[in-house]
């Protein structure tokens, strides 16, 4: 499993309860999003994901 892990550093934050990840496939490869998390401040986003070959 692979971590993608995003911070928002923008001033003033604007904290977002939905996000999008797109993880586009590419020469063989195909991810899966397993899992996401976010800080309470809304700064940070973390993403899980699985990375195959296809």
């Keep these: 499993m ?4 995003y911070q928002n550093r923008y001033q003033p934050v604007k904290s977002q309860w939905t996000a999008n990840v797109f993880l586009q496939p590419g020469r063989g490869w195909q991810y899966q999003i397993t899992g996401q998390g976010r800080s309470n401040d809304g700064r940070d986003l973390t993403v899980q994901y699985k990375a195959t070959r296809s």
């Design 2 to 5: 692979q971590t993608l892990s």
